[in-house]
């Protein structure tokens, strides 16, 4: 079937490379993307693809009129726009709250009144974090439980979608993913953060004693996943999207040191976040079994390695966003 598909933050990290996925993937398909261009979007993260197949709005998913509008315009819509780094929330909390809550409210009030299907992304972080020895993973039945102020206003967000799903009937499914690595990640999080300093003569920086783990998945199996829920999802669910990727953030900076020809243990401790979260872990069982979905990318040393080759090739897109960013983290200590 030819969609016409809306996708929200289009311009950011994985709203961009999904736009370039189902553009790949789904030639007959149109996508407009919305999105504000923070800080965190860029017009270029889409450069190269053809206009006749993809149409670009500048708007906030705050602004009633525009969303009722598009939202009308299309059949689906995926949900990535969002305020999504920790660190900042944890400095300045209100773009959270707007966007990330008041935004998916807009969005819901428009998809219930055009009865328009709807995709929410959301994060593990919904669920609080795990001991580092516990067996359990984080499941679609685990109860929520968020840290931070970008957490806990993407938990609103998702309680917000589950709410209108059963009281207002909205055709709307949730996935919550774990971190997320690949091209065209801002330099403010983690992974690029460490291969730019490394790039531009400086030496990594770990929170605290850097035993925390995350559970690493490469961007391109996040989009097939919400590609397959998208199309083959229950209405009214919620998927956990995961690929068995869980790494502390030493081993990581241990490995980035070694992939660029660095000693492994030239790398510097930093303060650590308040509040900081000690390891996420998904069990994508779910998704596996009911969807067949399987990641591809789980070689996680050739992905890193793509990685650092992209941000090695691409210095031009992130050289503009770093000074700023590390100016930041030095008023952090970070
Ligand atoms: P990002 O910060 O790179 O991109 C967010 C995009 O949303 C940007 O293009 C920004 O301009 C846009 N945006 C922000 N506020 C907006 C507004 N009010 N109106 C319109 N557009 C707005 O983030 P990301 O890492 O690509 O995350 C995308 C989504 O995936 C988020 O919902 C995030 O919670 C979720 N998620 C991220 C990860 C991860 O590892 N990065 C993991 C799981 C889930
Ligand atoms: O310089 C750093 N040093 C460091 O040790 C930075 C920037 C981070 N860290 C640590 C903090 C975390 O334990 O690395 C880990 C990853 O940090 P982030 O990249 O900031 O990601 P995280 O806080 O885990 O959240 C990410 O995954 C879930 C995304 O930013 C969220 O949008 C997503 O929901």
Same mark, same amino acid.
């Given at each position: 079937m030819r969609m016409k598909i809306l996708v929200t933050g289009g311009a950011g990290f994985i709203g961009s490379n999904f736009v370039r996925h189902i553009y790949r993937e789904r030639p007959d398909w149109h996508i407009t993307v919305i999105d504000a261009l923070t800080?965190?979007?860029? @017009?270029? *993260?889409?450069? #190269?693809?053809?206009?006749?197949?993809?149409?670009?709005?500048?708007?906030?998913?705050?602004?009633?009129?525009l969303i009722d509008q598009l939202v009308g315009e299309n059949d689906a819509v995926v949900h990535f726009a969002a305020?999504?780094?920790?660190?900042?929330?944890?400095?300045?909390?209100?773009?959270?709250? @707007?966007? *990330?809550?008041? #935004?998916t409210f807009r969005i819901l009030e428009a998809v219930r009144k055009h009865q328009k299907r709807l995709h929410h992304i959301s994060t593990d972080e919904v669920y609080g974090d795990l001991e580092l020895d516990d067996p359990n993973k984080f499941s679609e039945t685990t109860s929520y439980n968020p840290s931070s102020p970008y957490s806990s206003t993407k938990a609103g967000s998702d309680m917000l979608v589950r709410a209108w799903v059963r009281s207002f009937g909205v055709q709307a499914t949730i996935s919550n993913c774990s971190n997320n690595y690949g091209p065209y990640q801002h330099v403010e999080k983690f992974i690029p953060r460490q291969v730019t300093e490394v790039l531009e003569g400086r030496r990594p920086k770990l929170y605290g004693s850097g035993e925390n783990v995350r559970d690493w998945i490469h961007t391109e199996d996040h989009s097939s996943a919400v590609l397959a829920i998208l199309e083959k999802g229950t209405i009214g669910e919620t998927y956990m999207i995961g690929a068995n990727g869980e790494k502390n953030n030493k081993e990581v900076v241990e490995l980035i040191l070694e992939i660029m020809g660095k000693d492994k243990t030239d790398y510097e401790h930093v303060n650590d976040r308040p509040g900081h979260d000690l390891r996420y872990a998904i069990d994508a069982t779910k998704i596996r079994n009911?969807?067949?979905?399987?990641p591809k990318y789980t070689d996680f040393k050739t992905g890193l390695t793509d990685t650092i080759t992209w941000y090695r090739d691409n210095e031009a897109w992130w050289k503009p966003q770093k000074a700023e960013t590390e100016a930041k983290y030095k008023e952090l200590g970070r």
């Open positions: 800080y965190a979007g860029s @017009e270029h *993260n889409l450069d #190269g693809l053809d206009k006749e197949r993809l149409a670009f709005v500048k708007g906030n998913i705050c602004d009633e009129e305020e999504s780094h920790n660190d900042n929330s944890l400095h300045t909390p209100w773009p959270f709250v @707007e966007t *990330n809550v008041v #935004g009911e969807l067949g979905w399987l």
